[in-house]
């Protein structure tokens, strides 16, 4: 089993799978596959690339950024080739449907020894309900697909999702935000789209600059958030002992604790530390794209500036260029 793991974790592996899938990428770029085989040789692309993506460098990350890339190009192609050629069976099928209301109009015409009128309202009522069908059939058609396409899109976000997770990163929930109120800050203070909001214990910080150091003690950033240009906010956290020894880190890189800790991932957006004894020493929530909470019960001096992280928000702190700053 360790000589597989070395051999499925070694660069050339890498190497060759990218190399045989962008053979194929290169051949599905010709001669264009079906929505569901694109779809599945996407996943699978994606599959590959989160489990080498640990070992990669950064050339080989970007070819198979690439790689993913063309896939999602070859994806989109299908579904073209799928419209069209849906698009040409309905012209067909309405060529037909022309055909036959032509001989049965020609079949009426040959029929004028019976009542004209009868014949025409018959024939009215045959052609609207033809109608009906067709529209209904072609609103039937219009559905299915949108409905892949939303499939499609869920499925594209799903992975973009389990690839952040994957690689450490903590994700934006849908938590409600809180009114300014509940957060200890006044209810006349203006704020605006780019505001972001850090609850600390009884502390809330208003930041809109980053990077943002939220925690520093002894000018080591011990809790630091970052913003991506997607929006997306990144975490880090340094938690030291009496000894300045690291004991729980949480980075890009994963989530460790030390020995005598816990540490728990229970979903996208939380992240805990617990002591031997089940006590709940922090826990971060990323509740939405522009709250964080931090609450627990770990001692690390902040009794000093009076702030608690096991009591509700109580006091706001707004623009201010760095957090709490311990020396």
Known sequence: MESAKKIWEHSVTGWICWGVFTGFAIWFWCHTPTTGKAVAWLAVTASLMGSFWANLGHVAKLCWVLLLFAFLYVEMKAIDQDKHD????????????S????TNLQTI???????FAEMLESQQDTFTTTMQQLLSAQRNENDKFASLLRKQQQLFENQNEVIEYANGYLLPGNDPMPTLDSLGCPENMETDAKDYFFVFGNLTN????FPYALLRISDHDV?????????????????????RNIVARFDENGFEVGPNLFK???DKSTLIVEDLKGNQLLKVRYGNEHLITFSGTIDIG????????????????????????IR
């Not at 849906?86 to 449907?97: D, H, M, P, R, V």
């Not at 208003?206 to 600059?209: L, P």
Request: contains cysteine; proline residues 4%.
């Open 86 to 97: 849906s698009a040409k069976e309905l012209a067909g099928y309405f060529k037909q449907i």
């Open 109 to 115: 015409l040959e029929q004028q020894n019976k009542n």
């Open 206 to 209: 208003v930041v809109e600059t």
């Open 264 to 266: 728990r991932h229970p």
């Open 223 to 243: 809790i630091g958030i970052s913003k991506r240009t997607s929006g997306l906010l990144v975490l880090t956290i340094d938690l030291l002992d009496a000894s």
């Open 302 to 325: 902040l009794g000093m500036f009076g702030i608690s992280l096991d009591a509700p928000p109580s006091r706001c702190w707004s623009h201010v260029l760095t957090g709490i700053d």
């Open 99 to 102: 055909i036959e209301a032509n």
